[in-house]
């Protein structure tokens, strides 16, 4: 299917501390005359970009459902800031860049996220930290519940595959060209298994590993001795927890949300990956639409 032309795409002001900065964003379908809740895709990382949730936008068409996708800043189309120090990269500083967001669509009262992979964190620390009014629905795709289960996954499915595909990986952010060339090789059977890569898919990547990619938040401690596991009684609203059968977040890391979350629906793609959105989309967007329509 292709993806949607945006209604709009632009760039927004976000206020932080003393400091003015970009995020820059794209919408799909109608955010005038909706009548549906927008739905605001949250992309993973940290330190990616919004190119590989395109298919999301999907639901502007088919389930008539505004659809927003931004680069968080730091990352791809929005103001970079490689001089800050590790301490500066937050959960908190995310949250506030998606309240800016939602108030400068005037969208507060009633809207829907979908948060992906690290996205999925933001999403649920956004609802346990701010008890957000107007949020409905909250969709976790192929997140993680604490970093250690994250952590323990990652090193459980390396081991299946070749050494200097080990090595490289181990070397980390320390190597960014050899950890991205076998970075690559292990998402092609744990990541998004279409294949060639979608170009989004790559474009996201790229704006990290790429020849003139920026892996200052890629590179940050966000997500040390993280976990949510403890707070999920916090989350108020309906959720959908996604995962793959091949996926990174195996269903021990997505397995907490389903425990811990009072109204909450559990759904394994049995042929994906990390994003079943490429690699079942339509079967991915008629379950999305149908649970936000709840």
Same mark, same amino acid.
């Given at each position: 299917?292709?993806?949607?032309?945006?209604?709009? +795409?632009?760039?927004?002001?976000?206020?932080?501390? $003393?400091?003015?900065?970009?995020?820059?964003?794209?919408?799909? %379908?109608?955010?005038?005359?909706?009548?549906?809740?927008?739905?605001?895709?949250?992309?993973? $990382?940290? %330190?990616?970009?919004?190119?590989?949730?395109?298919?999301?936008?999907?639901?502007?068409?088919?389930?008539?459902?505004?659809?927003?996708?931004?680069?968080?800043?730091?990352?791809?189309?929005?103001?970079?800031?490689?001089?800050?120090?590790?301490?500066?990269?937050?959960?908190?500083?995310?949250?506030?860049?998606?309240?800016?967001?939602?108030?400068?669509?005037?969208?507060?009262?009633?809207?829907?996220?979908?948060?992906?992979?690290?996205?999925?964190?933001?999403?649920?620390?956004?609802?346990?930290?701010?008890?957000?009014?107007?949020?409905?629905?909250?969709?976790?795709?192929?997140?993680?519940?604490?970093?250690?289960?994250?952590?323990?996954?990652?090193? +459980?499915?390396?081991?299946?595959?070749?050494k200097e595909v080990?090595?490289?990986?181990g070397a980390g952010?320390?190597?960014?060209?050899?950890?991205?060339?076998?970075?690559?090789? &292990?998402?092609?059977?744990?990541?998004?298994?279409?294949?060639?890569? #979608?170009? +989004?898919?790559?474009?996201?990547?790229?704006?990290?590993?790429? #020849?003139?990619?920026?892996?200052?938040v890629a590179g940050?401690?966000?997500?040390?001795?993280?976990?949510?596991?403890?707070?999920?009684?916090?989350?108020?609203? #309906?959720?959908?927890?996604?995962?793959?059968?091949?996926?990174?977040?195996?269903? &021990?890391?997505?397995? #907490?949300?389903?425990?811990?979350?009072?109204?909450?629906?559990?759904?394994? &793609?049995?042929?994906?990956?990390?994003?079943?959105? &490429?690699?079942?989309?339509?079967?991915?967007?008629?379950?999305? $639409?149908?649970?936000?329509?709840?």
């Amino acid at each position: 299917m292709a993806t949607t032309k945006p209604s709009a +795409e632009g760039t927004i002001d976000f206020p932080y501390n $003393g400091e003015t900065f970009q995020t820059y964003y794209k919408v799909f %379908g109608d955010l005038n005359n909706r009548t549906r809740s927008p739905l605001i895709a949250l992309h993973g $990382g940290p %330190g990616l970009s919004h190119d590989y949730l395109l298919p999301i936008s999907d639901l502007a068409t088919t389930a008539n459902i505004p659809v927003i996708l931004y680069d968080q800043i730091g990352n791809a189309r929005s103001t970079h800031l490689k001089d800050k120090p590790p301490t500066f990269w937050t959960v908190d500083l995310f949250i506030d860049e998606l309240v800016n967001l939602l108030n400068h669509f005037n969208i507060s009262d009633s809207f829907d996220l979908l948060g992906h992979s690290w996205g999925g964190i933001l999403g649920s620390e956004f609802e346990v930290r701010r008890q957000p009014a107007g949020l409905k629905h909250l969709i976790l795709s192929d997140s993680l519940a604490a970093s250690a289960l994250w952590n323990k996954s990652n090193m +459980e499915l390396m081991q299946s595959m070749p050494k200097e595909v080990q090595e490289g990986l181990g070397a980390g952010m320390k190597d960014p060209a050899k950890f991205w060339a076998a970075l690559q090789e &292990f998402h092609k059977v744990y990541g998004c298994t279409v294949k060639p890569f #979608p170009q +989004e898919y790559l474009d996201s990547m790229l704006w990290v590993f790429g #020849p003139n990619g920026d892996p200052t938040v890629a590179g940050a401690p966000i997500l040390k001795d993280w976990t949510i596991i403890d707070r999920l009684n916090l989350v108020r609203v #309906p959720a959908f927890v996604i995962n793959g059968r091949k996926d990174i977040a195996q269903d &021990f890391v997505v397995k #907490p949300f389903f425990d811990g979350i009072k109204k909450v629906k559990w759904v394994t &793609f049995e042929n994906s990956s990390h994003t079943p959105f &490429f690699e079942e989309r339509e079967k991915y967007m008629k379950l999305v $639409g149908d649970f936000l329509a709840l």
